[in-house]
């Protein structure tokens, strides 16, 4: 299974863009890389997908290199209420689908 | 239309005994998964039913074991609770099995304290 490394914490003024890297260096080709935060003791909330091309909806932009060693979630206004753990998954490419989580980084939207 | 629900909220037992934790599934998904989050780590991926049948497992022994009901809700049964069960129970459930495109959606999960 691919693993994942997201830095450990960040900060981030409010109203300004987060930029949240990961690295998924051994990533297979078909697998696809997701993003989920999880708020402090509530269940852990989708955010966004990708496979190759770089993805956007409502709450966030996912920019995935060309190789697909590396990604980055971008949340383009920050607000307090995105202060949150972000895990950064390598869908792994079996029949279960399962997520594995790592640490993921706990972003810190300061006013 | 509903999310992901769980019951209960929070629950506390004594070492030796048996909980059932439940998870109604989002309409229209089929698959749940279970995750166990202790306090300070990601969530480990416990196992995942589909169409009323385990359909993959993680590094956890038999005394977790679950069901899938008809209408795709699941149960989470854990015997011989152990100190080292007390963690955040989360239930996700996603709308087919065998696709890495399938997203899965968590419910709010059961917070479990074993005294």
């Known amino acids: 299974d691919a693993k994942t490394t997201q830095p450990t914490s960040m900060d981030c003024a409010e109203g300004r863009a987060a930029n949240l890297p990961c690295n998924h260096s051994?990533?297979?080709?078909?697998?696809?890389v997701y993003w989920y935060r999880q708020i402090h003791s509530q269940g852990p909330q989708y955010i966004i997908h990708g496979l190759k091309n770089n993805e956007t909806n409502e709450m966030a932009s996912l920019i995935i290199t060309e190789d697909r060693k590396s990604s980055t979630l971008i949340l383009p206004h920050a607000t307090l209420r995105d202060t949150a753990v972000y895990y950064c998954?390598?869908?792994?490419?079996?029949?279960?689908?399962?997520?594995?989580f790592g640490q993921g980084t706990t972003l810190q939207v300061k006013p | 239309e509903t999310g992901v629900t769980q019951s209960p909220t929070h629950l506390i037992k004594t070492r030796g005994q048996q909980v059932t934790l439940r998870c109604s599934s989002q309409?229209?998904?089929?698959?749940v998964s279970w995750y166990q989050q202790a306090l300070g780590q990601g969530p480990q991926f416990i196992f995942q039913y589909y169409r009323e049948e385990e359909n993959g497992r993680g590094n956890f022994p038999p005394r977790f074991s679950g069901l899938q009901f008809p209408n795709y809700s699941s149960e989470l049964n854990v015997n011989a609770l152990e100190l080292d069960d007390s963690a955040l129970y989360l239930c996700a459930s996603s709308p087919n099995s065998g696709s890495g495109a399938d997203t899965q959606y968590f419910g709010p999960g059961t917070r479990l304290t074993v005294l």
């Open positions: 051994t990533i297979s080709g078909n697998e696809y």
């Open positions: 998954i390598v869908r792994p490419a079996s029949n279960t689908g399962k997520l594995i």
């Open positions: 309409s229209g998904h089929n698959t």
